[in-house]
């Protein structure tokens, strides 16, 4: 019995040894963030901290570790990237990135003329768009095609803001930033996670003795289900508070509070308004384009409002008349840039 033992232990190791679970030959290094809790351990510790600038790039760690059931793969998510461990790759490559970007890809609407002789635009060998303005100082600064890959899209004005894709990533123009932080890195872990993980658990703070059980701070995000919605219909509001911690909380009274736009008066507005490209056919838009008009004419005196119709029909609708019409023709929509002037 006693050899018996010995010699299925003896090809446990040998099993095990050239296996691929076995092949996590991980440093003991161990990072926990207790603003988020959750830990980042081994080789995906050395990698992260290996970048600088690895809280801007990656973000925090929003999971532990674990085996992703469809590849079998160490995989961990971060706030805005996803670590994977192949234990094949030789030393030092093993951690690679999910191609984030390739998978959460959408398409807005593209700022054409852009091409490699525009000034300010640069595209190397190998790819299929360019890279412009802060977008390309931005990519540069930060790690360039080994952190975010090559370009994927071209600049795109996509849900209120001009954006590009990547292999690895999605970066955002916010235009209300300081200067110095106009382009930001989108989401993407967290969008991905929520797109395709069903154990939401996974989320859940780890909490030990580090862990300060107490609650010193309640941090509260509202969003509104629908962008823009007709009148008379109906509108859900989404509360999520969490602790210092990100640990949810409950049996919480929550208060909203809606604010009204002040007047505009004296300035230049430019305006691109939903379509039913955009909306879907179950919104009478004729309605919305009306309170524009009314908006408009009410509360912005004195201005001048450019205004882009991806649907001509509904130019009747806003209730003004034009200073000019010009047409203007975005991702095939023959649409109509309007001028008006505000009295």
Known sequence: MVRKIRFTLFWLVI??????????????????FPEIGHYVVGDFHDFYFSNPDARLVYGLPITDEYIDPQSGLLIQYFEKVRFEY????????????????????????????????????????GWEYPVCFSFFNFYQRYGGERQFGKPIAGLEYLDGHLVQFFEY??????????????????????????????????????????????????NVRAFAKQAVI??????????????????????GIVQVSFRYPDKIEGRTIICNPPYGIRMGKTMDLS??????????????????????????????????KPSWKKPLSNSGLDGRLTKYELY
């Open 169 to 218: 990533a999605q970066l955002i123009w916010m235009p209300e930033n300081p200067d110095q932080a106009r382009i930001t890195i989108a989401a993407l872990g967290y969008k991905y996670f929520y797109a395709f993980e069903t154990d939401l658990r996974k989320l859940e703070p780890y909490r030990n003795y580090e862990y300060n059980l107490s609650i010193s701070e309640i």
């Open 86 to 125: 192949h234990p094949e790759s030789p030393p030092g490559e093993r951690i690679k990135l999910t191609p984030l970007g390739v998978k959460t890809l959408e398409h807005g609407d593209t700022i054409q003329g852009l091409t490699a002789s525009t000034p300010n635009c640069h595209q190397q060998n």
């Open 15 to 32: 099993f095990l040894a050239f296996s691929g679970q076995m092949i996590f030959a991980q440093s003991d290094s161990t990072e926990f």
């Open 230 to 251: 007709s009148n008379g219909s109906t509108q859900d509001i989404y509360i999520i508070a969490v602790d210092q911690n990100n640990a949810p909380l409950s049996n």
């Open 287 to 320: 309605i919305f384009y009306k309170k524009l008009g009314d908006f408009l004419k009410q509360r912005c005196s004195g201005s001048t409002a450019y205004i882009y119709f991806g649907e001509r029909k509904y130019i009747k609708n806003i209730g003004l």
